[in-house]
């Protein structure tokens, strides 16, 4: 009796609907959609060898995200970040020069440009 009965609620609560949107149906619109996807493009002359990011209300960089991978000029990498909001981005080149760019909301930004002169966001 027990599995005809659960199972039954259960297609009564996802035909009634209830309180709660269905899960499966992604939000496309609406003030709450932010895509927290993020391009970045090495349009500088020399490698970057690591790549760090973090939501800005937190201390430190975390882990270099390229980890064993490295951005040639030209290259892309691109990611999903976990959450929107502000976040920190610092790259670090091949000839040990570094650049930061602090305070970026990921709702507003699709792209970082690595250049010579640092980070650009776009």
């Not at 259960?10 to 709660?20: D, E, H, K, S, V």
């Not at 993020?38 to 500088?44: A, D, E, G, L, Y």
């Not at 970057?48 to 975390?62: A, E, I, M, N, R």
Request: aromatic share 6%; glycine share 10%; net charge positive.
């Amino acid at each position: 009796m027990r599995r005809v009965f659960a199972p039954g609620l259960l297609a009564a609560g996802l035909l009634l609907g209830g309180c709660t949107p269905d899960a499966r149906q992604p939000v496309t619109s609406g003030p709450d959609v932010c895509d927290t996807s993020m391009r970045f493009v090495n349009n500088s002359s020399n490698t970057v060898l690591s790549l760090y990011y973090s939501p800005s209300s937190t201390s430190g960089w975390g882990p270099d995200r390229l980890g064993a991978n490295v951005m040639r000029p030209g290259q892309t990498s691109s990611v999903r970040l976990a959450n929107p909001g502000n976040y920190d981005f610092r790259v670090v080149w091949d000839n040990g020069r570094s650049a930061e760019v602090r305070q970026v909301n990921v709702c507003r930004a699709a792209r970082i440009n690595v250049t010579n002169a640092g980070l650009r966001v776009l």
